[in-house]
């Protein structure tokens, strides 16, 4: 036995724990929580016709990201490193191969592809902090907002500035650690987050389109909802989440033996569907009551929302709160994107926290470049998606997330023995267990197939669906 492995022979982690389960929780969810929920779900709501969107976009993430939420995190706990050496040893271990290291680096990868252009989008969030501050947007018309947009998204040097600044200040708080970085920042950060938001729900409350906007969100109108829409649910319950490329896994490794794991991961799942939801249910008001477009797009916070704040009483304090709101969410959701990084790069390479977090952040803001220069110097050169940011967009959330959950929950469901997952999640082999087995092994891995083979094949479960359906 080393100083690595615990009195009853269980590895530990290298890179300190959550001093308390509070703490985990509110990390996982500073991950979960960000761009995803407050500017992507409700466009996508939007697009997809609300209500039967919702309801089936619920569906996925119970009933496929919360199993395979429960089992990153086992898989994390058990192997106690970083996601690569991790799903090397518990692969090993468990009678498997040490190729599963593979699905770590896989992980590793996209995480840093994430937060080149993760950290572009909250660049812009946090410049409209400035800008609504500042009422730029006080009084203005639709056509001034869009210009601001457009200044702002098309001049890379403004933007390559706050995508900057952006990287900068995650590379910091990771470069800090597990315990000091992350838990510090977490720990007033999300609490604070809830607030701002119940601050802006109370003002969404009063606009007097609330009704029109729950009804919008949660009366089920299915024939607005396609077969593709399904699939968008689905493969937005992996980006909202953070599964599949081993953020989850990452946090985990640092989970204090004894803590549930399924009670903290169906915490943590509705946290992050209760903030998707109240950010629906602070936006649509707004863009009911202003007569704006509910599937504006990436516009739809930067070129709708600032229309409206510029209109309502208090709209330059709200309006600050708000992309002070979405900074911070990005902020706290960008840490887990390259933790995975850093600590195989601390564990296995023996670089310095600090040094690894820099080397990752240096390639991400280069990388990054692509996605400034989308919606300017490299506007027209447009291939196979569309430009660099949509191709970028369209390998992470069509390929390698899912195809990273896939393998994550095969891993858990049927590489590892049941002896193993039932001892990690500790609830023996009861109903609980069993439900968390069925759907690892079953029901998770059907669904994301069946978004690969859409996303590869460019509709084809759809169109077989549509087919069923006529
Ligand atoms: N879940 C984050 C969001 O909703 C995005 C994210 C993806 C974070 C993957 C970490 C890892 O914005």
Redesign the pocket.
Known sequence: MNNQTAANGKRQSLQGQWSTRMAFILAVTG???????IW?FPYIAGENGGGAFVLIYLLCVFAVGLPIMMSEILIGRRGRRNPVTTMGIVGEEEGGSRNWALVGIMGIIA?VL?LSF?SVIAGWAMSYVFSTASGTFVDADAAQVKLIFDELSGSWKISAFWHTVFVVITVAVVAQGVQRGLERLVKILMPALLVLLLVLLAFSMNSGYFGQAVEFMFSPNFSALTPNGVLIALGHAF???????G?VMAYGAYLPEGTSITSTSILVVLADTGIALLAGLIIFPVVFSYGLESDAGPGLIFQTLPLAFGHMPGGVFFGTLFFILLSF??WT??I??IEPAVAWMTESKGIKRGVAASILGGFTWVIGFGTVFSWNLWQDKTFFKGTFFDNLDYLISNIA?PLGGLMITIFAGWVMCRNSTSDELSCGTGLMYKSWRFLARYVAPAAVILVLIEASSGGIVSDYLAKIGD
């Open positions: 991950s979960a929580v960000g761009l995803g929920n992507k995480g994430i993760y980006f909202t989440l953070s599964l599949g490329m953020a969410a990005a959701s960008s887990g994107m997330l």
